[in-house]
């Protein structure tokens, strides 16, 4: 049964001030919303008590992100989207980032904030295993003051936590001292979007001289509360990882967890994922340490770039500012797989005008490819390779076919040119020409899509 507007009431102070001094007025008669992600959805079901709501939707004084020193201090009514616009938090805590892409659709990132993901106390809240491993502090403000609360102590039990009925989190405080760690993140759910977790990891390591010096590990959807894998840690702390740590790693993991049968899935299912995410986790720290001995291995270390650094070096893939940006958020990638995920859905998400921009990175079929970095000059040499060889009366009707298509639709002709020969092009060339611009641009952008596949494949090989 569907709720009644008639039993809520509903105000906005409008400042943070005049909403603290409400609830210290009223302890535990108002209920703050701020994006309603998560209460709206108990309000259409009819399992939201009756009761008083104060908006802190987009106060300024929660909205802020505020880069220090020592910490980053995220406001607690930032968007997941703020998030993921934000240079350093994406830069440095990428895990916290990787969770705010997996947190529903676009309209929940734009909604969502980090603080009410807390305060809701979900067990499978895809952005806290994070904050458990970035040893994030909380502060709670009041009127009576303000005070920090490690994060690890925040939840006292299944929708439990440490916040007094006259208290907000202003904001979510993260160290800046993870440098030189690596990072794992994976959600494993009934699709990839907008899926509540069946189990989710976050995991940064270090290793020096072979040994691994520091480690942690959290998880969530396997206990009552988002967990630290302590003893599992422990187990791992201080040594060199082979098959025999790793083994003794997925039994602490097994037996460490609390998981349940729930709608969802089943505590069975639950201890063997965890314990695989585990055994992934040190593993792809193995395969970091071997790149460090300057063994291959492009993805690992591109993991690790800045931001722009890590833009920079696959944007010749695309020729998108806007899909590198979207695709360097995503880090980090524990293997080829999932950076192409990101990287397809990241692409069809972008608008027209990003589109243009990557094909404007390429040359004409036909002609000397003149890009905007070698490595992509490189690679359009070898895509259209047949189209060199070809003979001189294929490259004239190429060119005047180019032309007419440019004047009817507006942009260069794009089509996946690996393994095609020459005549196979023209071919396709001629059939596009009946397409309408609609049909075409779509096509284009799905030509697009397959050159910067194979780029990425090529990329990660290098």
């Given at each position: 049964?569907?709720?009644?507007?008639a039993d809520y009431e509903m105000v906005a102070p409008?400042?943070?001030?005049?909403?603290?001094?409400?609830?210290?007025?009223?302890?535990?008669?108002?209920?703050?919303?701020?994006?309603?992600?998560?209460?709206?959805?108990?309000?259409?079901?009819?399992?939201?008590?009756?009761?008083?709501?104060?908006?802190?939707?987009?106060?300024?004084?929660?909205?802020?992100?505020?880069?220090?020193?020592?910490?980053?201090?995220?406001?607690?009514?930032?968007?997941?989207?703020?998030?993921?616009?934000?240079?350093?938090?994406?830069?440095?805590?990428?895990?916290?980032?990787?969770?705010?892409?997996?947190?529903?659709?676009?309209?929940?990132?734009?909604?969502?904030?980090?603080?009410?993901?807390?305060?809701?106390?979900?067990?499978?809240?895809?952005?806290?295993?994070?904050?458990?491993?970035?040893?994030?502090?909380?502060?709670?403000?009041?009127?009576?003051?303000?005070?920090?609360?490690?994060?690890?102590?925040?939840?006292?039990?299944?929708?439990?936590?440490?916040?007094?009925?006259?208290?907000?989190?202003?904001?979510?405080?993260?160290?800046?001292?993870?440098?030189?760690?690596?990072?794992?993140?994976?959600?494993?759910?009934?699709?990839?979007?907008?899926?509540?977790?069946?189990?989710?990891?976050?995991?940064?390591?270090?290793?020096?001289?072979?040994?691994?010096?520091?480690?942690?590990?959290?998880?969530g959807s396997v206990a009552p509360v988002p967990l630290?894998?302590?003893?599992?840690?422990?187990?791992?702390?201080?040594?060199?990882?082979?098959?025999?740590?790793?083994?003794?790693?997925?039994?602490?993991?097994?037996?460490?967890?609390?998981?349940?049968?729930?709608?969802?899935?089943?505590?069975?299912?639950?201890?063997?994922?965890?314990?695989?995410?585990?055994?992934?986790?040190?593993?792809?720290?193995?395969?970091?340490?071997?790149?460090?001995?300057g063994e291959k291995n492009v993805l690992a270390r591109?993991?690790?770039?800045?931001?722009?650094?890590?833009?920079?070096?696959?944007?010749?893939?695309?020729?998108?500012?806007?899909?590198?940006?979207?695709?360097?958020?995503?880090?980090?990638?524990?293997?080829?797989?999932?950076?192409?995920?990101?990287?397809?859905?990241?692409?069809?998400?972008?608008?027209?005008?990003?589109?243009?921009?990557?094909?404007?990175?390429?040359?004409?079929?036909?002609?000397?490819?003149?890009?905007?970095?070698?490595?992509?000059?490189?690679?359009?040499?070898?895509?259209?390779?047949?189209?060199?060889?070809?003979?001189?009366?294929?490259?004239?009707?190429?060119?005047?076919?180019?032309?007419?298509?440019?004047?009817?639709?507006?942009?260069?002709?794009?089509?996946?040119?690996?393994?095609?020969?020459?005549?196979?092009?023209?071919?396709?060339?001629?059939?596009?020409?009946?397409?309408?611009?609609?049909?075409?641009?779509?096509?284009?952008?799905?030509?697009?899509?397959?050159?910067?596949?194979?780029?990425?494949?090529?990329?990660?090989?290098?």
């Open positions: 049964m569907r709720s009644s507007p409008g400042n943070l001030h005049a909403v603290l001094s409400l609830l210290a007025k009223e302890p535990n008669v108002w209920l703050p919303i701020a994006g309603g992600t998560d209460l709206m959805v108990q309000y259409a079901a009819g399992k939201l008590p009756a009761c008083k709501l104060v908006s802190i939707w987009n106060l300024a004084e929660l909205r802020r992100i505020e880069v220090r020193t020592d910490e980053i201090c995220i406001g607690a009514g930032c968007t997941y989207t703020d998030l993921l616009k934000h240079e350093t938090a994406t830069r440095e805590f990428p895990l916290l980032s990787a969770a705010a892409r997996w947190t529903g659709g676009i309209a929940n990132q734009n909604r969502g904030t980090l603080g009410g993901n807390i305060v809701n106390a979900s067990p499978a809240a895809d952005s806290l295993p994070a904050l458990l491993v970035y040893d994030a502090e909380l502060i709670a403000i009041s009127v009576r003051g303000q005070r920090r609360v490690p994060y690890a102590q925040f939840h006292s039990g299944y929708k439990k936590m440490l916040l007094e009925p006259d208290e907000l989190i202003q904001s979510v405080c993260l160290p800046r001292r993870f440098d030189g760690y690596v990072g794992y993140t994976r959600k494993v759910g009934a699709r990839k979007a907008q899926a509540i977790s069946k189990v989710c990891v976050a995991g940064l390591g270090r290793v020096l001289n072979g040994v691994v010096d520091d480690i942690r590990i959290a998880m630290r894998l302590t003893e599992t840690e422990e187990t791992v702390r201080g040594k060199t990882i082979n098959s025999d740590l790793i083994l003794a790693a997925r039994r602490s993991a097994a037996a460490e967890i609390r998981p349940i049968d729930d709608i969802r899935s089943t505590a069975r299912y639950r201890a063997t994922v965890a314990a695989n995410l585990v055994a992934e986790f040190l593993t792809r720290l193995t395969s970091v340490q071997g790149g460090a001995r591109w993991n690790a770039l800045p931001t722009e650094e890590a833009m920079a070096a696959i944007l010749p893939c695309c020729g998108s500012l806007t899909w590198a940006r979207g695709v360097v958020a995503g880090r980090p990638f524990a293997e080829e797989a999932s950076l192409l995920t990101v990287a397809n859905e990241t692409w069809r998400s972008l608008t027209q005008a990003d589109w243009m921009e990557a094909f404007r990175s390429h040359p004409r079929i036909g002609e000397s490819p003149v890009s905007r970095t070698p490595q992509a000059t490189a690679w359009s040499a070898q895509e259209q390779k047949n189209v060199a060889d070809a003979d001189a009366a294929v490259k004239i009707a190429l060119a005047e076919a180019n032309r007419e298509y440019e004047r009817r639709f507006g942009h260069i002709f794009i089509v996946c040119a690996t393994g095609k020969s020459a005549s196979e092009i023209l071919e396709i060339l001629h059939r596009r020409l009946d397409n309408d611009a609609e049909t075409e641009l779509h096509e284009a952008a799905e030509q697009q899509r397959q050159i910067t596949e194979l780029r990425l494949k090529k990329w990660l090989q290098s």
